[in-house]
């Protein structure tokens, strides 16, 4: 079942294919591909290195041993190949999944029973509770499957051309005497949508301040008087996508300053902000989290794709 390890840029010209149509407009092939081959260079490191598996088997202690930790290029009937690995949610022992980061051809609904059966078979002593994929197809596209996080991006050139409400502003993130106010705007959102916490959660304080070290968090400001945060991630040539972006990590509202349409243009603002202009801004987003999504799409962001479960 498991098939001979092609080269890092083989791997690469698969994943280019798969890609959004619209995304292979906003940044050059040839630098694509060189960026996947570095993100598919680990996948096949991870799938000969034993010392670096039994590091991973060590760390989990599932009572798995090193090799049942290594990738696997498989072969899946009748003519697709998927490289496949053993994950955790969060890093959570009891949350085991069973990843495809990458097949060699893009995904079909025909594919699916033959997928989660040879996820299964490799990786059934772990007892994962679902086979996740990607795909560039729209959300709800495959049936019988759960929803993921899709990836709503869009060139930030073009994001800083919405218009955005005169009293709306923003200035670099100083410090952290925010912080607890953006909890308590995220506890707000868990009080009234109860599934909320299952698809978005605030960044730590120790990822914000990495952040504002960088020049990439900023305080949202309403009539001058501090209302959100927005910020992102720097240089991130965003896994699975292979685009040279800025990875959204907060865009969120304190709820005084919520229900007027301020949350359109936090995307906006964030694509003002940032300081590299050339680049993607990308958002990974639930698919069930229906007003951040809307949020992203009113903006001008578009979904590339995203994760799909399927349960084993």
């Known amino acids: 079942m498991t098939s001979s390890l ?12 798969a ?9 050059a092939d040839e630098t694509r591909l060189e960026r996947l081959a570095e993100i598919y260079g680990f996948d096949l490191q991870l799938a000969h290195d034993l010392d670096l598996a039994a ?14 930790f290594l990738n696997r290029w498989v072969n899946v009937p009748p003519d697709l190949h ?11 022992r009891a949350k085991p999944f069973v990843d495809a980061s990458l097949l060699s051809r893009p995904l079909t609904e025909l594919d699916l029973p033959a997928l989660a059966e040879v996820a299964r078979e490799i990786y059934g002593t772990f007892k994962p509770l679902y086979l996740r994929l990607w795909s560039a ?6 049936p019988e499957t759960s929803p993921d996080k899709r990836f709503l991006a869009a060139p930030i050139v073009e994001l800083r051309k919405v ?7 923003t200035r670099p993130t100083p410090d952290l005497q925010h912080y607890p106010d953006a909890q308590a705007a995220y506890a707000s959102v868990d009080a009234r949508h109860p599934d909320h916490p299952q698809q978005a959660q605030i960044e730590s304080e120790e990822t914000l301040q990495e952040l504002i ?16 945060y927005v910020g992102s991630t720097e240089n991130f040539a965003a896994d699975t996508l292979g685009l040279d972006a800025y990875v959204v990590q907060e865009l969120i509202l304190a709820p005084p300053f919520r229900g007027k349409g301020y949350g359109t243009f936090l995307s906006t603002l964030l694509a003002r902000a940032l300081p590299d202009q050339s680049r993607v801004l990308i958002g990974i987003i639930h698919a069930e989290n229906r007003g951040a999504i809307t949020a ?3 903006a001008g962001r578009v979904d590339v794709g995203g994760w799909v479960q399927i349960r084993l």
Not at 19 to 27: C, E, F, G, S, Y
Not at 137 to 142: K, T, V
């Open 19 to 27: 890609q959004h149509p619209l995304t292979r407009a906003w940044q």
């Open 296 to 298: 992203a799409t009113r």
């Open 55 to 68: 590091k991973r088997a060590e760390f989990l202690d599932v009572g798995q041993g090193a090799q049942a």
């Open 6 to 17: 092609p080269a890092a840029l083989e791997l690469a010209h698969f994943g280019l294919a």
């Open 82 to 92: 998927a490289m496949l690995s053993i994950r955790f949610e969060g890093l959570d």
């Open 163 to 169: 218009d955005v409400p005169p009293e709306l502003n």
């Open 137 to 142: 197809a729209p959300a709800g596209h495959f």
């Open 213 to 228: 070290e960088v020049g990439t968090l900023f305080d949202v400001l309403v009539n001058g008087e501090w209302a959100g």
